[in-house]
């Protein structure tokens, strides 16, 4: 099969944006993610996008905080480099992130051990990412 890819830059957003509001608003996750308050920038580099995440703030109403700019008042604790597709499979499940940072296919700055340590806690939201492709868009199946 070939490797599964997004249609679009403005399809990735679309499907990153749902990813990161599934994450934000689950009643584990995203308290969990909010306290454990380690900003990071993601950049996609087939797409040529850039988004900033942080904790949010009691007058935000959110768990996390994100903007597909580099123009944030914030600071990056982490700094990882993948394409979408990585990105994609991470979602899935399908990539290990250790293995992904090992061989180049994930490039990573700051503090990565702090990244790492955020992996039990997203866990939950692979199976949903799953169900949202495998319902709304099934070329991206990994």
């Known amino acids: 099969m070939a490797n599964p890819e997004f249609t679009s830059s403005k399809e990735f957003r679309e499907v990153m944006d749902r990813t990161f509001q599934m994450m934000s608003e689950d009643p584990e996750m995203g308290p969990a993610l909010r306290d454990a308050d380690t900003p990071q920038r ?35 604790q982490v700094r990882m480099k993948m394409s979408s597709e990585t990105a994609n499979r991470y979602f899935q499940g399908k990539e290990n992130i250790a293995m992904a940072i090992a061989r180049r296919r994930i490039k990573t ?15 939950p939201v692979f199976e949903r990412y799953r169900e949202m492709v495998s319902s709304e868009y099934p070329h991206l199946e990994a």
């Open 42 to 76: 993601f950049e996609f580099e087939d797409f040529d996008l850039v988004v900033n995440i942080r904790a949010g703030g009691p007058e935000e109403g959110e768990n996390l905080h994100w903007e597909w700019t580099d123009e944030v008042d914030w600071s990056p």
């Open 109 to 123: 700055g700051g503090d990565v051990k702090a990244a790492l340590a955020l992996i039990p806690i997203t866990k």
